[in-house]
């Protein structure tokens, strides 16, 4: 079978999971995971790897030099950017499994079943680390500034790439329980 003969299902799953990559990496490489307002059209926004200010220098700082400067604890950035960093790999990972699966005789369900199941362990290794990430920064951001911080639009397309390989894992799963191969 090759890739011209492979089922609509398994072609959506594998496109699901390419842009669903694709959204992970704008949402990890932002810097507006987590963003509070200081006065309109000021904010301060925390990502993955950076805090920054935006003034008229637009400053940043690596994020886990900046805990140190205000005396707080960075394992935890480390061990979220860890789990997302992980989460990402079994998802590039997911995605070649599934190309690699487009070229395989018919009744191989055993492939699909491994994208698939690939494809939720990454959800839960990404949503673990992102929302740790999450609370942890707005957190340090209300107790520096004394002002309520909110998720941005980076951590609504994390949420939205996880939601994509979900659907690409179950649209998998149900393409290894078809009867007709």
Excluded at 84 to 108: C, F, H, P, Q, R
Excluded at 128 to 153: C, H, K, R, T, Y
Excluded at 154 to 177: D, K, N, R, W
């Amino acid at each position: 079978m090759g890739l011209g003969e492979t089922s609509v299902k398994w072609r959506c799953a594998v496109f699901l999971s390419f842009i669903g990559f694709i959204m992970m990496i704008a949402a990890v490489a932002s810097t507006y995971f987590a963003v509070v307002e200081i006065i309109p059209n000021l904010d301060r926004h925390i990502g993955f790897w950076y805090i920054c200010d935006d003034t008229k220098t637009y400053s940043c700082q690596d994020f886990v030099e900046y805990l140190n400067d205000i005396e707080e604890g960075s394992d935890w950035v480390h061990g979220c950017r860890a789990l997302v960093v992980i989460g990402m790999i079994i998802e590039g990972l997911t995605i070649v499994v599934s190309v690699y699966m487009a070229y395989m005789a018919a009744g191989m369900n055993i492939g699909h079943m491994v994208a698939a199941c690939a494809d939720f362990v990454s959800v839960v290794v990404n949503m673990i680390g992102g929302l740790v990430f999450l609370a942890n920064s707005m957190d340090i951001l209300q107790s520096q500034l004394e002002m309520d911080s909110d998720p941005s639009w980076s951590f609504v397309l994390f949420i939205i790439a996880q939601g994509l390989f979900l659907t690409a894992g179950g649209i998998q799963i149900l393409e290894a329980c078809r009867t007709d191969s």
